[in-house]
């Protein structure tokens, strides 16, 4: 896992809490010399693109070899990951204050290893755009308009991409909006379960 050393991806990633599930924390620029064909790449939030962008080639091998790449929110991974198309969205940081208020963000697939345990509480804080997932991938979560913002892509290489524009890391790392902690806290057991199935 790429690590650029801000405080929510220390907190994430380093922190007591998550990291016992995180075998190797290195810099994106290292992951020429680290990334191994076996490995799961995970992206956190909030990564600089700059920083992925120039390790295209290095992704895009892992990928090529049946890898999987996990790409979380804020990371721009339309310009680092083949085969992903991102529209960025205004985002309402306050919609909670709103009567009845509902951001309409949806579980698509409860039954998928994925989502065991949660519910649609765990995937809502607020949004910052949605995908349009290529043909044959399995949506997780859809925002209140029905669009993606969480699937997997089995489809277009030989690997799995794991993408979702949801940016859990950075909120549980800043230490606010409780339901990123939730998310991870059933996320990180269940893809482990997932990938070892």
């Known amino acids: 896992?790429?690590?650029?050393?801000?405080?929510?991806?220390?907190?994430?990633?380093?922190?007591?809490?998550?990291?016992s599930a995180f075998?190797?924390?290195?810099?994106?620029?290292?992951?020429g010399e680290t990334l191994?064909?076996?490995?799961?790449?995970?992206?956190?939030?909030?990564?600089?693109?700059?920083?992925?962008i120039a390790q295209r080639p290095v992704i895009d091998r892992h990928l090529a070899a049946g890898g999987t790449v996990i790409a979380l929110g804020?990371?721009?991974s339309h310009l680092w990951l083949p085969n992903v198309a991102f529209t960025q969205t205004p985002t309402n940081w306050w919609?909670?204050?709103e009567s009845g208020a509902d951001l309409g963000v949806r579980i698509a697939d409860p039954a998928h290893p994925?989502?065991?345990?949660?519910?649609?509480?765990?995937?809502?804080?607020?949004l910052h755009g949605f995908f349009e997932p290529p043909e044959g991938a399995e949506v997780l979560a859809?925002?209140?308009?029905?669009?993606?913002?969480?699937?997997?892509?089995?489809?277009?290489?030989?690997?799995?991409?794991?993408?979702?524009?949801?940016?859990?890391?950075?909120h549980h790392g800043s230490y606010f909006m409780p339901a990123t902690t939730r998310f991870l806290d059933r996320f990180i057991p269940n893809l482990k379960g997932f990938l070892n199935a």
């Open 74 to 76: 804020e990371s721009l």
């Open 95 to 97: 919609w909670w204050l």
């Open 36 to 52: 191994r064909p076996d490995d799961t790449l995970w992206v956190p939030c909030r990564t600089p693109a700059q920083r992925m």
């Open 142 to 170: 859809r925002d209140g308009e029905g669009r993606a913002i969480f699937y997997i892509d089995e489809v277009t290489t030989p690997g799995r991409m794991i993408v979702s524009s949801l940016d859990p890391m950075f």
């Open 114 to 126: 994925l989502m065991a345990g949660m519910a649609d509480r765990d995937v809502t804080w607020h």
């Open 23 to 31: 075998d190797v924390i290195t810099t994106p620029e290292a992951l």
């Open 1 to 19: 896992m790429p690590s650029s050393g801000c405080y929510y991806q220390i907190r994430s990633l380093e922190g007591p809490r998550f990291t």
